[in-house]
């Protein structure tokens, strides 16, 4: 198993590269092409010129809900308009206007307001149906996200709020694609784990996460192997594996080689 490659910054406490994870086929992952994270508001002024200048970022996406960019805000690297931001929210709110979002909490699915039921919260299915409902509600955010990795010069950083949820799924996906064991792709959205407790505490004073976060013992929120396990297992038993889900989704073969390629070493 590869020891994952933590990029420590001031600003967030789970950005990974997942280069150097092996292929089944003796390749590996280059590194510099698919970083993954919490949300980036908080990027300080050097983490910025590191990102940019070091690291090469060229493109990020942003899967966090509209409500939550307009509550938490797009962070330095978007204001600044230094690369490409591409917005695909996994969260059927895109229609929102920004301006009216006032009431924007209302519609947060973790929201006590929100009316929905709370999650089980020992269920470790709860979140492998929750990561499959992103692949079923929002395929198109999902295949969008990987034609922005798969046409990427740089680097492109994918990631959400705590960097493990819908960063795990897209990624997951992504590695998948890319010829990575079902095993690897899972210890490396297990990683997020060792981090755990740094990005709930980061995520407690926020307001889109706070008051949800408060309810719920740390456990809930710990990834855990079975939940991507499920994931993988599903795409192989109802769509032939990741890739044949790209195809269901109007990827052409060309196009599922240029991701695959654009990732490899």
Do not use: F
């Amino acid at each position: 198993m590869t020891t994952p490659h933590w990029i420590d910054l001031d600003g967030v406490v789970n950005m990974r590269d997942v280069g150097g994870l092996p292929t089944t086929d003796g390749g590996r992952i280059a590194p510099g092409r698919l970083l993954r994270s919490d949300n980036l508001q908080d990027l300080s002024d050097a983490d910025v010129e590191r990102l940019v200048g070091e690291l090469g970022v060229s493109d990020i996406v942003d899967l966090r809900s509209t409500v939550e960019v307009h509550l938490e805000g797009p962070g330095p690297l978007r204001t600044r308009e230094l690369v490409p931001h591409h917005h695909h929210s996994l969260v059927a709110d895109d229609a929102i206007d920004a301006d009216a979002a006032a009431a924007a909490a209302l519609v947060l699915p973790w929201s006590k307001r929100s009316g929905r039921p709370k999650p089980p919260r020992r269920d470790d299915d709860y979140w492998a149906s929750h990561y499959l409902g992103y692949l079923v509600d929002r395929p198109d955010s999902v295949s969008a996200a990987l034609h922005v990795i798969a046409r990427s010069t740089g680097a492109t950083v994918v990631h959400c709020a705590a960097g493990k949820d819908r960063t795990g799924t897209v990624v997951g996906l992504t590695l998948s694609v890319a010829g990575v064991a079902d095993e690897d792709v899972v210890a490396d959205y297990v990683a997020s784990a060792e981090r755990i407790e740094q990005i709930v505490a980061r995520l407690l004073p926020r307001p889109a996460y706070g008051e949800a976060l408060r309810d719920q013992p740390l456990a809930h929120h710990t990834p855990r192997a079975e939940t991507m396990e499920r994931i993988l297992t599903v795409l192989a038993q109802r769509h032939g594996g990741a890739a044949g889900w790209l195809g269901e989704q109007g990827w052409s073969q060309a196009e599922v080689d240029a991701l695959r390629a654009r990732l490899r070493a």
